[in-house]
């Protein structure tokens, strides 16, 4: 069955980095040619935040306040879709969540945003999540 194992996150001080990974397998890479990773965010009492994607066609792409701090990287020979955080902040803090929809980023995952502001994305659009990476920023 289809299956995403997160690894990576924990507790860091303001201004460091740390790296999650997201691993996905159980299904046919020949058929699902063209799948898309989104990463997002949750804290307590807060509605799941949309970070990035990263299609298997290389390209990636952001919400605004993602830009410049967090990188989205990916392996393709390992199946693997890394979320890279710097210059971590204490907001930061929350359980960071991969999700996969075995599309296309392009045919649902990301839309421009209703506000004009960049790229939002959907949650809905992404069938499996891994079970999510705790990150603390401490000040």
């Known amino acids: 069955q289809v299956q995403l194992v997160q690894s990576g996150g924990g507790s860091v001080a303001a201004g460091g980095s740390l790296r999650l990974s997201c691993a996905a397998s159980g299904y046919p890479s020949e058929v699902y040619s063209r799948t898309c990773i989104g990463w997002f965010r949750q804290s307590p009492g807060q509605k799941r935040e949309g970070i990035a994607t990263?299609?298997?066609?290389?390209?990636?792409t952001y919400v605004d306040s993602a830009k410049g701090r967090f990188v989205v990287s990916r392996d393709p020979i390992k199946n693997m879709v890394y979320l890279e955080m710097n210059n971590l902040k204490p907001e930061d803090s929350a359980m960071y969540y991969c999700?996969?929809?075995?599309?296309?980023?392009?045919?649902?995952?990301?839309?421009?945003?209703?506000?004009?502001?960049?790229?939002?994305?959907?949650?809905?659009?992404?069938?499996?999540w891994g079970q999510g990476s705790q990150v603390t920023v401490s000040s």
């Open positions: 999700g996969l929809d075995l599309r296309a980023c392009i045919l649902g995952a990301f839309t421009y945003c209703s506000t004009g502001s960049g790229f939002c994305l959907h949650e809905t659009e992404f069938d499996y």
């Open positions: 990263s299609d298997t066609d290389g390209t990636a």
